[in-house]
């Protein structure tokens, strides 16, 4: 099979099973997670703290990068199907205008932040590396659709804007308005997916650092609250249309 049949093979069934091809990397958090707090033990627990929050703050602006790309894209595109690609029209303004694919760069973004909490310097790396080879096949498979589908004006908007980090002078106006409804309506499980993986690595790197079980109540806080918000959108998006916007 020659290497450019072989690299789309590898995409589409990694883009197939991407929701959950990236739990293979879950051995590889778990030995990192044992080697973790190494930031409390030189320098304190307030620098500790510190450190972690900067980590959840960075992976929450990877969360705006994809409520950003999704409250402005339209109908067809940016979406979560998994079986095969789609797509109705090539989105190039808004995010689309600074990187080909913000979806992905806001995955990275959230993913380094999990790792930056852990505080293992090579499970950064790891993760970096890990980020070029996975998506990189599924990027190709996906621009090999999109160039088949929409040629020239793939070729000339790809020439233009980079495959994941931004451009941001390229920036052009999105033809559509910004959708909060539309955010809300695919995004909330993104973002308890975060809340809870901070949480659980809270409680984990805690029992391993301290050898029991201690958990502040701002995190119990910042758990339920956010499980009661991701259970209203929930029953609002399966039992209602409030979410629901025209041409989105």
């Known amino acids: 099979m020659a ?26 958090f778990i030995i990192a997670i044992r080697q973790s707090g190494i930031i409390e033990i030189k320098f304190g627990d307030n620098v500790g703290d510190f450190w972690g929050s900067c980590a ?8 705006i990068v994809r409520c950003i790309t999704a409250g402005y894209a ?4 940016s979406g979560r199907n998994a079986q095969s690609q789609v797509a109705e029209v090539l989105n190039t303004t808004g995010m ?24 293992v310097w090579w499970l950064v790396v790891l993760v970096c590396f ?12 996906e621009e090999e659709f999109l160039r088949g589908k929409f040629k020239n004006q793939f070729m000339e908007w790809a020439e233009k804007t980079p495959i994941v980090f931004p451009r941001f002078r ?7 308005g910004f959708s909060f409804k539309t955010v809300l309506r695919r995004e909330f499980s993104t973002f308890l997916s975060i809340v809870v993986t901070f949480f659980l ?13 201690t958990l502040r109540i701002s995190w119990v806080i910042f758990f339920v609250t956010s499980l009661g918000i991701y259970l209203t959108f929930f029953i609002l998006k399966k039992r209602t249309k409030l979410l629901n916007v025209s041409g989105r």
């Open 56 to 63: 959840i703050v960075v992976s929450f602006l990877g969360f």
């Open 96 to 119: 689309y205008s600074i990187t080909r694919n913000p979806l992905y760069l806001g995955n990275f973004i959230i993913v380094l932040g999990v790792a930056l909490f852990i505080q």
């Open 130 to 141: 890990g980020f070029w080879f996975y998506y990189e096949r599924i990027i190709f498979t």
């Open 74 to 77: 339209p109908r067809g595109t």
């Open 201 to 213: 690595l809270e409680i984990v790197t805690n029992f391993l650092t301290q050898k029991r079980f």
């Open 170 to 176: 390229n920036w052009k106006k999105p033809e559509l």
């Open 3 to 28: 290497l450019r049949e072989d690299l789309e093979k590898q995409g589409n069934w990694l883009f197939r099973w991407r929701s959950y091809s990236p739990l293979l990397g879950v051995p590889v």
